[in-house]
């Protein structure tokens, strides 16, 4: 099974300034066919998870372009360029390489 | 709009039986395959099975490999997910997600909450 580990694990931010959520799986997420399947959700208090951030870099239709992910390999970021409100809530990590799929821990992010 | 609705849920006794159904609307439902992910109180996501898009195939996390089964009704847009023999660390809200593609889970219901609790 393949480990994913956040960091960090709870993120205070100003209002309008950017955020960073590290991740790190335990083996390589690139996949036989050389793609590499990380992914990035968001859940607001309250509600189910949301994709952001697919295929390490690939933004979901709908979403903001504050949102970026980035990495290869072992090693990976979600970046927001600017937090604001509605981006509370706990950030998740994901690996749908191999089976079992595998999350992160979760990172809290909140507003100073 | 893509839509997926759970129900079932609700308080058991451990070693007993539940079944979670997934209804699905708004895209083609026999084109996707489909997850079941959980979070216990206050937890974080627990991938949980998926389904192919055919009932080809299937996968479970060892914690719920031989108790739990997922099967899919094309004919009436339906997911299921037969959970057997529940334990107290049962207790979580149960998500269905699409698999869309690019091996991604692009589209999430509300949930539904089981409890196991004697």
């Known amino acids: 099974e393949i480990v994913m580990t956040q960091t960090p694990l709870s993120s205070p931010v100003t209002l309008g300034q950017p955020a960073s959520i590290s991740c790190r799986s335990s083996?390589?997420?690139?996949?036989?066919?050389?793609?590499?399947?990380l992914s990035w959700l968001q859940q607001r208090p309250g509600q189910p998870p949301r994709l952001l951030v697919y295929?390490?870099?690939n933004r979901l239709s709908g979403v903001p372009d504050r949102f970026s992910g980035s990495g290869a390999g072992t090693d990976f970021t979600l970046k927001i360029s600017r937090v604001g409100v509605e981006d509370v809530g706990v950030y998740y990590c994901m690996q749908t390489t191999q089976f079992p799929h595998t999350f992160g821990q979760g990172t809290k992010l909140e507003i100073k | 709009q893509v839509q997926l609705v759970e129900s079932g849920g609700g308080v058991v006794q451990p070693g007993t039986s539940l079944r979670l159904s997934c209804a699905a609307s708004g895209f083609t439902f026999r084109s996707h395959g489909m997850h079941w992910v959980r979070q216990a109180p206050g937890k974080g996501l627990e991938w949980v099975a998926v389904?192919?898009?055919?009932?080809?195939?299937?996968y479970y996390a060892d914690s719920v490999k031989g108790r739990f089964t997922i099967s899919r009704d094309n004919s009436k847009n339906m997911l299921f997910l037969q959970m057997d023999t529940l334990r107290v660390d049962d207790t979580a809200t149960y998500f269905c997600?699409?698999?869309?593609?690019?091996?991604?889970?692009?589209?999430w219901g509300q949930g539904t909450l089981v409890t196991v609790s004697s």
């Open positions: 083996q390589s997420l690139v996949h036989s066919d050389g793609n590499t399947y």
């Open positions: 295929k390490t870099s």
């Open positions: 997600a699409r698999w869309g593609d690019d091996k991604r889970l692009d589209f």
């Open positions: 389904i192919w898009y055919d009932g080809s195939d299937k």
